[in-house]
Structure formats: structure tokens, C-alpha cells
């Protein structure tokens, strides 16, 4: 086949002229030689700066106030809530899923008001009463939010369901006996991929009778 398109290179273009094998040549050759001049710029660049400090911020001591216990760590200042309690301090009910303060997964509460842990830097965090859902609730102990999820039947996939749980108990602390109009507009910022939102409307009227003995609409 080879030797049939140097016979067709030939006759159409014939030598000192244009040929299409000659081209693919020519283009292999330039590529390689600038290949070359780039690589030899990256080492040269390479080792010019062998030798320099790395640029940007190292990491700092930082103390956070988590579920009513003090723990100092030493991390770098773009550190986020979310990843502070999940990768340094093993805390971690809080998920990660959309990473743009978007779902609520990874929902905590600072002084009492619920956030967004991921979009919360750990830095700024300092000097504030954090509280994640490991410190309200547990296996042994479940808080009425967390037995009323599990009743109606609140949960399916999982990873939405430490943020819902977080969120709808700081609604309750403020809205003790809420409707389920209210319940809809105060959990909004909460998303469900699985879509069990009537379960977990539900949950949340049952949890505020359980708390609070009150009456719902």
C-alpha cells in the first residue's frame, strides 16, 4: 500500500513539487523540533527556579469550637468548615455533594443559624459555637428529628439526609410548631435527589409534636 501511494505522489506532483507524503514528513519533523524548544525551555524555566520558594500561604493554627469541645489544628487558611471536620478531625456527617452552597448536604449550624460548611472557611469559623449532627443525635440517643426521619420513611440515598436532619432541627429550635407550609419555605434550602420531601415534611411535624407537644396545621 505504501509503495502504491509513492507511485500516486509521484505522478501527481512530480519531484521538487507538492506531495502529500512529503507534507506528513514535514510536519513530523517541525513538530519534533518544536518538541524540543519547548522542553527545553520548561527545563531551563525548571531549573531557574529550582531554587525558589514556593508562593502562597502556609498553614496556620486554628481553633474550633465544634459540638462543645475545643480542637486546634494547623491548617492552611483555604481550608473549608466542611473539609477541616471531615479530613482533619474525623467528623463527618456532614457531606459533600454539590460543593457550591447549592444542596445542604453539608449543613451545620454556627450560633445557632445554619450554613453552608462548605462554602464556610475554617479560618473564619473561629471563636463560634459549631454544632454538626454528631453533636444532637446518635445511635444510642436519637434526637426526635432523626426517629421522626426513620418513621416517615424521611431517607433513601443517604446524603442528603445529615443536612436535613441539621436544618430541620435549627428550624424547630426557632419554629417550634411550625405548619407544613412553613416547614416547606424553612427547609428550602435543602435539596433531595430521591425526592422524599412529603416524607421528610412529615418527619418535621411529627419531630415538633414530639418536642414541643404542640399543635400543627
Do not use: W
Not at 91 to 117: E, H, L, P, Q
Not at 151 to 178: E, H, I, M, S, W
Request: proline share 5%; net charge positive.
Amino acid at each position: 500500500m505504501s509503495n502504491h501511494h509513492d507511485e500516486l505522489d509521484e505522478k501527481t506532483h512530480p519531484k521538487g513539487g507538492f506531495s502529500r507524503r512529503g507534507f506528513f514528513r514535514g510536519v513530523g519533523v517541525t513538530s519534533g523540533a518544536i518538541g524540543s524548544a519547548l522542553i527545553t525551555e520548561d527545563e531551563a524555566g525548571a531549573a531557574q527556579g529550582a531554587g525558589a520558594k514556593a508562593v502562597g500561604p502556609g498553614a496556620v493554627p486554628v481553633t474550633l469550637n465544634i459540638n462543645g469541645r475545643e480542637h486546634k489544628l494547623n491548617i492552611e487558611p483555604r481550608v473549608t468548615l466542611l473539609d477541616a471536620c471531615r479530613n482533619h478531625l474525623d467528623i463527618t456527617g456532614a457531606k459533600r455533594v454539590c460543593d457550591r452552597a447549592t444542596c445542604g448536604a453539608c449543613s451545620m449550624i454556627i450560633n445557632g443559624k445554619v450554613v453552608y460548611s462548605c462554602t464556610v472557611l475554617a479560618v473564619d469559623a473561629q471563636g463560634r459555637q459549631i454544632t454538626t449532627i454528631e453533636g444532637f443525635t446518635s445511635p444510642s440517643k436519637p434526637h426526635p428529628v432523626s426517629a421522626a426521619f426513620v418513621n416517615n420513611d424521611a431517607q433513601q440515598c443517604g446524603y442528603c439526609t445529615p443536612g436535613f436532619v441539621t436544618a430541620a432541627k435549627a428550624f424547630l429550635d426557632r419554629n417550634p410548631n411550625p405548619t407544613e407550609a412553613q416547614v416547606m419555605k424553612g427547609l428550602g434550602g435543602n435539596l433531595c435527589r430521591c425526592g422524599t420531601y412529603m416524607g421528610v415534611r412529615k418527619a418535621v411535624l411529627e419531630a415538633a409534636k414530639a418536642m414541643k407537644g404542640g399543635k400543627n396545621a
